[in-house]
């Protein structure tokens, strides 16, 4: 696609380079549109670029959200009328437009401007700036549905528990690593490169967001270990626990979405309580992850676990990855325990007993997906080749769930 979308840009200027007869390029602009327009199965974006009296100081370049150039230009001519169709999937844009001189394109030396336009309606547009101009947009298509990467292709098109059948089958064969694999996989990614940013190990039990923390895991040499009280040591985390898919069965044990590197202390006075909001405190730890009875109207009642707010969300898509990487036996998981029972409905569909599900999807939006987040998932499809697609497309949980 790169080769092609390059080639649309070459063509424009190799057309236009020394065009300057305005009724000339209103018909050649049209057959671009058009071809341009067939190929696209997402939403064209039409940028119209409007030179002024110094065309060749003015170039741009449009970005998506990982900071990918997907179309750029440079060498115009003076005073004179461009457009380029961009073909776009749904997400975020940038649009950044330079002047070498520093005096942008208008208005003390012509009447230069910029437009990205979809279907004649303007979404960014300027021309009076310095040496650069970035507009930020979003591309959002008519039927609602997110444009999927590759890799979520097969996934295009559907909603509700189609969807999640989808992406069972998407992220269903992942290579399990082995329990013991994850001390690397935290020695080499589970670690603090947002908070402090100092290498220690990122405990989502510990890590306080707001300042410094209250203990700090070196890699490697702080894994558990016997531990008395907080900030002994670090161990694996089931954030979803093990007791409840049967004990040490894999690929559940090992399975690094779910897994945190957090205080061992910490994680076993969670035990295998459901995460919930608590009402009465019964235990805090220096981070303020809380222990104690359910808050009143959260539609249960027992102990729950409640981390900080920070990582709500961070949990709850973990939850929903478990519930579509294992919806082909994630049913059966309902009698195992209390908390199974307490948490899971006994559906491989909706998975959650209403009271929870209601819960995560709270998380989900009040904690959305961060760079730490972003970063785990792609770590963990290196490590073990399957993704998180919560993290990619947060929007799925509501296209699944409702809400
Ligand atoms: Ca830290
Ligand atoms: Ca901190
Ligand atoms: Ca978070
Ligand atoms: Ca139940």
Redesign the pocket.
């Known amino acids: 696609m790169m080769n092609k979308l390059l080639a649309v840009t070459g063509m424009i200027v190799g057309l236009w380079g020394s065009a300057v007869v305005w009724a000339a390029d209103v018909s050649l602009q049209g057959q671009m549109a058009e071809s341009s327009a067939g190929a696209c199965p997402d939403t064209v974006a039409r940028l119209t670029l409007v030179t002024d009296d110094y065309g060749s100081e003015t170039s741009w370049q449009l970005t998506d959200s990982n900071f990918q150039t997907l179309y750029s230009g440079a060498n115009y001519s003076d005073n004179t009328v461009y457009t380029e169709d961009f073909c776009l999937a749904n997400g975020s844009y940038s649009f950044t437009i330079f002047d070498t001189y520093g005096d942008g394109i208008c208005c003390q030396y012509g009447q230069g401007s910029y437009a990205i336009s979809v279907d004649g309606k303007a979404l960014v547009s300027g021309g009076s700036f310095g040496n650069s101009e970035t507009a930020g947009f979003t591309i959002e298509d008519s039927d609602g549905l997110p444009d999927l990467s590759e890799y979520y292709k097969d996934a295009e098109g559907t909603t509700g528990y189609a969807l999640k059948t989808a992406l069972y089958n998407i992220i269903k064969d992942h290579s399990s690593q082995g329990y013991s694999a994850l001390w690397s996989f935290y020695r080499e990614q589970e670690l603090d490169s947002y908070f402090e940013n100092d290498g220690s190990i990122l405990d989502i039990y510990s890590e306080n967001p707001e300042g410094s923390d209250p203990y700090v895991f070196a890699r490697s040499t702080d894994q558990c270990g016997s531990y008395n009280s907080e900030g002994d040591c670090y161990n694996r985390e089931h954030s979803f626990p093990r007791s409840w898919f049967g004990g040490a069965r894999e690929p559940m044990n090992s399975d690094i979405h779910h897994i945190f590197a957090t205080d061992g202390y910490v994680n076993a006075k969670r035990g295998s309580y459901p995460y919930g909001e608590v009402g009465v405190t019964t235990y805090i730890s220096s981070n303020g992850s809380k222990l104690g009875a359910a808050a009143s109207g959260l539609g249960y009642t027992g102990t729950v676990f409640e981390p900080i707010d920070?990582?709500?969300?961070?949990v709850a898509r973990a939850y929903f990855y478990m519930a579509t990487r294992y919806q082909n036996v994630i049913a059966g998981w309902e009698n195992n325990t209390t908390y199974s029972d307490a948490v899971l409905n006994g559906s491989s569909n909706q998975v959650f007993e209403p009271w929870f599900l209601n819960l995560l999807l709270a998380w989900h939006q009040q904690?959305?997906?961060?760079q730490?987040?972003k970063d785990r998932n792609e770590a963990a499809y290196g490590f073990q080749g399957n993704r998180n697609p919560f993290v990619d497309y947060p929007e799925f949980a509501g296209l699944i769930w409702g809400k």
């Open positions: 920070e990582f709500k969300g961070d904690d959305p997906v961060s730490k987040e």
